[in-house]
């Protein structure tokens, strides 16, 4: 199976930047998306941004991080990035990074659309 390593969290101040990776290995030719999301304190998980169509396809993001944040794909090292910029204290949660199978009618934003899962890289921003 799919197994994803995320690293690159750490703590920092409003405005800062980060980049987060997302190491996969294993079967990833099996991978149709892989996307990040995130979990903060008493709330969803949920979609942050993703590749679907891996490893050529395009780039999808939620409203609250377009134009803050950019998923890239380093294809021959089986990399995704996240590159977080401006970065705001609602902004704190883990990280995860996510591998999907295809699946038929999915948009690839929900969590039970994912088969593989990282275990998650703490983001935390200070006001």
């Known amino acids: 199976q799919v197994q994803l390593v995320e690293s690159g969290g750490g703590l920092v101040q409003a405005g800062d930047s980060l980049r987060l990776s997302c190491a996969a290995s294993g079967p990833t030719y099996s991978a149709h998306a892989i996307s990040w999301f995130r979990q903060a304190p008493g709330k969803e998980r949920e979609f942050v941004a993703g590749i679907i169509n891996w490893p050529y396809g395009s780039t999808y993001y939620t409203d609250s991080v377009k134009g803050r944040f950019t998923i890239t794909r380093d294809i021959a090292k089986r990399t995704v990035y996240l590159r977080m910029n401006s970065l705001k204290p609602q902004d704190t949660a883990v990280y995860y990074c996510?591998?999907?199978?295809?699946?038929?009618?999915?948009?690839?934003?929900?969590?039970?659309?994912?088969?593989?899962w990282g275990q998650g890289t703490q983001v935390t921003v200070s006001s």
């Open positions: 996510a591998a999907a199978r295809e699946k038929a009618y999915s948009e690839y934003t929900g969590r039970k659309d994912y088969d593989y």
